[in-house]
């Protein structure tokens, strides 16, 4: 939609007034000129050698063509919210407490949402207190400033593999190293947790913290049983590593009660981290931290440095939302929603795609999709999106390339028949790879591959 | 208002159903327990133990009680907005658009309100692409964003003497050395400049940029002459350094067109900061970064790592502002408000306060004071908020512990009748220090200092 082509624009421009136009025609130490390339090429720090588009961002331009049905993104259905209730509810606070809403606000949240984000959180069993929550700009910023917090370059983060594409960002913006210890059908392996750690201590490694996402996993579909909820907690405890609980599913299962979040078992070792963006809507961007004390009050001061202050025009209005209406029910609401669209995808894969696996996920929005022998994700992905389907490659979700041999995908968005219509034009795709592995012996390299964007041109 | 005083809170509690509650109690290898001392004290990043509270966040608790008049705080006098309608106008866009206001956006943000920006910059001269503009969680986070891609711990950054506090604490947080260069009534010297990076050079030492406050600065409440920006231009452009243009204020100028933005003169060596924040509301947080191609694609890639997307509730919302209200009116009803209240503060320190010597701003929120000689405006404080009247002390706006001789007084919030009585109260305070000097030799050290908080108890 954006044209990011590099062409040079022109669009130097004499000021009004300009007394001496010379500085815009002297070139100066500038090591470059124009606007094709980048003349502060020489200046960057040297974390952002390291950025790149992540496979997903790059996916979207494609993906979110209409006739694309799109198993790749992670938006939520807002289809169901009371539109005219809130709009309603929004003009109320407005026009009563606009002068509020609309001002700078405090740099650890809005007092009352604090107070309710705890009401949200007991439903998983969690106890703290206001001043134990900091509200940021969804729980995206809320893992940038832990990481921020806590991570000089080289310093190990220990997470699952896979592990959400977001958090990979992060800790790459901050130079970490990423370590990936493996899960299987009841989430992250306490064993090959507590291997790993001995063996980057061993190693002289310093492991700052755990990251983790115990339900519903973002891609993996599992969710950590509680039995080894304490065990990880243990091992992580003994090993002197905090604990990142990543939890903006937690509430979106799809049978019985909540499962208690790691956190209401331990106090002291654990940054929580939740959000409003899966149980509301993602468009306000608020999400929290509740963090052991000391932890906490660093999080405010890095988050007022980062932004001075949460919105509060955004808090304000999920602060009524909350007071206002029914949101226990509209969670229900959205639970009911998205498993009748796990179904219909679970259901087509079992029709049209019998030669992979995938996970039953029981919550959230993925499923994880292991392709038959010999078939890579990223290199179908430019087929799949010919024949107008799109996913996301496993690769996204390691740090160290593993994941070609799985795909993530998402349930959240289409409606099911739209996911049947999907995953049949997927089967088609992976069955007409099938062929050409039992003729060639492998599908991939017959044609570009599809890896991650060249992104900035760095030296 | 919050207590956040360490004390113990006892509010472990088990979680239902959960199988190995000792998880709870074993020590492990944590160097400490308890919620009284920082378990994670060994764990911090470097740059994290930089971190401490702005001296104005420090005041911001006594300032704020209902008695004391603030001539602190920079926050906008939102009681001109025209809210009902505001409101009427928000309904309508949660009603008609509300899936979409209230989803994921892009990382870049939205593209109609890019559009507006531009709109809103052409008043001060500037040409751009809406390709251009990067949407940011106020402008406090473009700030951030750009000190991310371009600070490694100990590079320079260049800024005024005085210095935006807020950017003092993001340098901090990157670990720049800040490197003051001196300001007078016309703004930034430009051979002061060129001195200061000549001899950086000299020394080896690696300056990224020059942040810049050009109109109506904060704090020092002058404006770089339209002579003198080119020639910033040039230097900055001779030595290598990118410009950082800050300019919340630019259209609350009180007399006469806004001047023409520095980055109206040029396009690859400025990244320019924007925000609604002083000519519409803060509450949305919503800012804007303009910078060159390659720079303004690095941004994004920051921007949605620190938080995916600009949140789209408050884009919208700020868009559907500039497209229904006559917003150009509501910003000259802003200056008109302020030039008023500047005009209360400058007449009263005139007739209060003739020892002092201050600057006269034509335009923001600030005027910057210097005190009668021997006095000293961080000791001076809590005589002052003892008689009811706060200001910032000149010390919270340099890098390297001048400012002592000025504080900053704002006129942008209380009435000007409130204004008057604040001057009129900080009168008399500095008249008894007055005295003290004339007695004692100086005033300071009578008593204990409010230096910074104490902050983080770190090693």
């Not at 590593?241 to 956190?263: I, K």
């Not at 206002?324 to 679970?346: G, L, P, S, T």
Request: glycine share 10%; aromatic share 6%; with cysteine.
């Amino acid at each position: 939609m954006t044209p990011d082509n590099g062409e040079p624009t022109g669009r130097v421009t004499p000021a009004p007034g300009s007394a001496a136009p010379q500085a815009r025609t002297s070139t100066g130490s500038r090591p470059t000129q124009g606007t094709r390339l980048d003349s502060w090429i020489g200046s960057y720090a040297d974390r952002t050698h390291g950025m790149r588009a992540s496979e997903i961002r790059a996916l979207f331009a494609v993906a979110n063509r209409p006739e694309v049905v799109s198993l790749a993104g992670g938006m939520p259905n807002l289809a169901g919210l009371p539109m005219d209730a809130i709009a309603e509810t929004t003009h109320r606070l407005l026009a009563t407490r606009g002068t509020t809403a609309l001002q700078y606000g405090s740099g650890q949240g809005d007092e009352r949402l604090r107070e309710q984000v705890l009401e949200v959180m007991r439903l998983e069993g969690i106890e703290a207190h206001p001043d134990d929550v900091v509200i940021t700009t969804g729980s995206q910023q809320a893992l940038d400033l832990v990481t921020r917090l806590f991570i000089n370059p080289g310093d190990v983060v220990v997470a699952e593999a896979p592990s959400y594409v977001g958090a990979l960002g992060v800790f790459r913006a901050y130079e970490a190293d990423v370590v990936h210890v493996p899960l299987d059908e009841h989430g992250l392996v306490p064993e090959a947790l507590d291997e790993t750690l001995t063996r980057l201590a061993a190693a002289g490694r310093r492991v700052k913290f755990l990251y983790t996402v115990p339900n519903f996993h973002n891609p993996a579909g599992v969710t950590l049983s509680l039995e080894r909820r304490p065990r990880v907690l243990e091992i992580a405890q003994r090993h002197g590593v905090l604990v990142v609980e990543d939890n903006p599913y937690g509430l979106l299962g799809f049978s019985g009660e909540p499962l208690p979040a790691m956190r209401s078992l331990d106090e002291d070792g654990i940054v929580y981290l939740g959000s409003f963006s899966k149980t509301f809507a993602p468009g306000y961007r608020v999400g929290w931290a509740v963090a052991p004390h000391a932890v906490r009050e660093k999080l405010v001061l890095a988050s007022e440095s980062a932004i001075l202050c949460p919105s509060n025009a955004s808090q304000l209005a999920i602060s009524s939302y909350l007071e206002n209406h029914d949101w226990r029910n509209q969670v229900k609401a959205f639970r009911e929603m998205y498993r009748e669209r796990r179904d219909a995808m679970i259901g087509a894969l079992g029709e049209h795609m019998p030669e992979a696996s995938w996970t039953v996920p029981d919550g959230g929005f993925y499923t994880w999709v292991r392709l038959p022998d010999g078939l890579d994700a990223q290199a179908m992905l430019p087929r799949a999106i010919t024949a107008l389907v799109a996913y996301v490659s496993g690769t996204a979700f390691y740090a160290d390339g593993q994941g070609s041999d799985h795909m993530r995908l998402s349930f959240c968005y289409p409606t099911p028949e739209r996911i049947r219509e999907g995953v049949r034009r997927l089967a088609g795709v992976v069955e007409a790879e099938r062929e050409l592995v039992e003729i060639f012996g492998t599908a991939a390299g017959r044609e570009a591959r599809i890896v991650e964007p060249p992104g900035p041109d760095l030296a």
